[in-house]
């Protein structure tokens, strides 16, 4: 995992292509777990995201500029919809133990409701 270096040209870059293709992002099972769509259309990539030793805040990819420790667009638009969901009061993206389906219904209206906020915002 790498540091978030917020002020840095790459994460500048990284959120100007997040915020021009707009991926579909995926919440994950576990907190700070996402699935960003890659850019052929068919795959995607998973992001991670924690918080480390001294508050410093980290991320990867499994695409292959994450792979080499660049913030790509993947973690940059998983990082947008992770800010959505913190302001549209969800404290964690993780769920309890409840049926498949009823996660499931959950998750899609956390996606929804995310993407309404964050489209009005971006």
Known sequence: MNEIKFKSE??????????????????????????????????????????GGGGRRL??????GGQKGYFCYHQAAALLAHSSFVRAGLRSCAVSRRDAAEQE?????????????????Y
């Not at 292509?17 to 259309?41: N, R």
């Not at 991320?59 to 292959?64: T, V, Y």
């Not at 219904?105 to 915002?121: L, P, V, Y």
């Open 10 to 51: 790459s994460f500048k870059r990284a959120m100007a292509k997040a915020a021009a293709k707009k991926p579909l992002v995926k919440i994950g099972s576990k907190t700070g777990q996402y699935f960003v769509a890659a850019s052929d259309g068919f795959s995607s990539y998973q992001v991670l995201f924690q918080v």
């Open 59 to 64: 991320a990867s990819c499994l695409c292959a």
């Open 105 to 121: 219904a959950e998750r899609k209206e956390t996606f929804h409701r995310a993407m309404r906020i964050w489209s009005r915002k």
